[in-house]
Nanobody, 119 residues
Framework: VQLQASGGGLVQAGGSLRLSCAAS????????IGWFRQAPGKEREGVAC????????NYAASVKGRFTVSRDNAKNMLYLQMNSLKPEDTAVYYC?????????????WGQGTLVTVSS
């Protein structure tokens, strides 16, 4: 299983970023897949999780209404559109299969992508 997140960067509060995740090594459309983040010194926080057919998506309360998760099963790609970013969104973002909610969940993820939101 390989999951490579990209698209992070430095953005001002109120700005937007779109993260991408390239997946390989498993049957992508057989699994729900999602994003979690981890800020320095903090536990993992599940951000978003999307079902196999994109029919259902769940979000952390902290990002609901600002972030949108999507997937392209034909391309084995996962996306996270992040709008109205806040400094507290600063973290390393990872894509995972299955979806990770917290430090107790296990699964597969690769190198994350750093999102830094300045105030």
């Amino acid at each position: 299983v390989q999951l490579q997140a990209s698209g992070g960067g430095l953005v001002q509060a109120g700005g937007s970023l779109r993260l991408s995740c390239a997946a390989s090594g498993f049957t992508f459309d057989d699994y729900a897949i999602g994003w979690f983040r981890q800020a320095p010194g903090k536990e993992r926080e599940g951000v978003a999780c999307i079902s196999t057919s994109s029919g259902n998506a769940n979000y952390a309360a902290s990002v609901k209404g600002r972030f949108t998760v999507s997937r392209d099963n034909a391309k084995n790609m996962l996306y996270l559109q992040m709008n109205s970013l806040k400094p507290e969104d600063t973290a390393v973002y990872y894509c995972s299969v299955p979806c990770v909610r917290d430090d107790e969940d296990t699964g597969f993820w690769g190198q994350g992508t750093l999102v830094t939101v300045s105030s």
